[in-house]
């Protein structure tokens, strides 16, 4: 059995330029991965399918799953004629924010890449990417980047300031499709992306709090008030700079101080049952 890590995105800023002639938005966002990852297995199988074994019952176990996708698209492409099993131990929670789907996606990527001795490229495997959805071309490669087009044109930036990332994720799942449908672009509050680009490339903390930013709160925070709420008490707990990420609803917040970390994260349990503290990766994934 190969595992491969498939690591949890944060937008560190998320804005929507305009709606595009094929129903997608452009977007320019700045993303990074953290250390929260599924964790997927993949084994070869002589008969030729593709089978999702999950230890989380809301994972699809059909084409549905984007790692279904993944090794179909690899399969067909490349004219392989053995099947695969991809076992997914699930950590990121579903229809959060946080990109899981897409990163089990590009994990089963990079793994077949390897299993199956194709030896493709990240950039060839992010391209394969970019067809079964916006944010896996991102978590093919990982680490932190500029994302533009629909998301799938990647630009590698150096790792973030490091500081320790809280992530709240409160009890419902959010329609990525819904929120970018609900999103007014006229009279929207842009994000700075060229600030926090300057931020990141300066290795300033203070700098990057300040720039942080997702248009998509607009929308996310109308549809569902518990996000505001726990964005709210995120700032009085005492985190530096909070922020919703992706479409949501996951709420995360960034410390410096490590005495504080303790303190926010049990303020938080009280009245949210899913809480982790991470760590921003900085480093791009390993081809496998
Ligand atoms: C919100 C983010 O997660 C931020 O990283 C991404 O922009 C969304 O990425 P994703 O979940 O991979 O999105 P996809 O699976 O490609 O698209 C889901 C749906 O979101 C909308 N969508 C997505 C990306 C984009 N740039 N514009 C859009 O309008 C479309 O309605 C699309 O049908
Ligand atoms: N491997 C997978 N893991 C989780 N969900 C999956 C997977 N494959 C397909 N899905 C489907 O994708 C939908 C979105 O789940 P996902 O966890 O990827 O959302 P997300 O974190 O909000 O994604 P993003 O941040 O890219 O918008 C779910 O409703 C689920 O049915």
Redesign the pocket.
């Known amino acids: 059995m190969l595992y491969v890590k498939a690591p949890a ?1 944060i ?1 560190l800023t ?1 804005d ?1 330029l305009y ?1 595009r002639p094929d ?5 320019e ?1 700045i ?1 990074t991965t953290v250390d929260l990852a599924d964790r997927i297995g993949l084994e070869s199988r002589a008969d030729g399918l593709i089978k999702i074994v999950s230890t989380d019952n809301f994972v699809p176990d059909d084409q549905r799953n984007f790692a279904y996708q993944a090794a179909e698209l690899l399969k067909n492409t490349y004219g392989i004629t053995e099947g695969v099993t991809i076992t997914i131990e699930k950590q990121i929670p579903i229809a959060a ?1 946080l ?1 899981g ?2 990163s089990d996606a590009a994990a089963t990527l990079r793994g077949l890449n390897e299993l199956w001795e194709l030896n493709l490229t990240l950039d060839e495997l992010a391209e394969h990417g970019a067809k079964i ?4 071309s ?1 978590c093919v490669y990982g680490g932190t980047a500029l ?1 533009t ?3 799938e044109k990647i630009m590698e930036l150096p790792a973030p300031p490091t500081s320790w990332v809280l992530l709240a994720k409160p009890k419902i799942g959010v329609s ?2 819904d ?3 609900g999103l007014k672009i006229d009279g929207l509050e842009h994000p700075n992306t060229k600030q926090m680009i300057t931020a990141i490339e300066n290795n300033n903390y203070d700098l990057m709090c300040k720039s942080l930013g997702n248009v ?1 709160e607009t929308v996310t925070f109308k549809l569902h008030p518990e996000v505001v709420m726990i964005k709210e008490q995120m700032h009085r707990f005492g985190a530096d700079a909070v922020l919703m990420s ?2 949501g609803p996951t709420v995360f917040g960034l410390v410096e101080n490590e005495a504080r970390v303790s303190r926010i994260y049990n303020g938080l349990r009280g009245f949210c049952e899913e809480v982790y503290v991470v760590r921003m990766l900085g480093e791009r994934n390993p081809l496998a």
């Not at 129903?23 to 977007?27: I, R």
């Not at 959805?133 to 896996?136: H, Q, T």
């Open positions: 995105k937008n998320l929507v709606k129903h997608y938005h452009e977007v966002m993303m924010g990109a789907g897409s959805g916006s944010d896996v991102f994302a087009g629909r998301g990525t499709a929120v970018y449908g998509l992706g479409s």
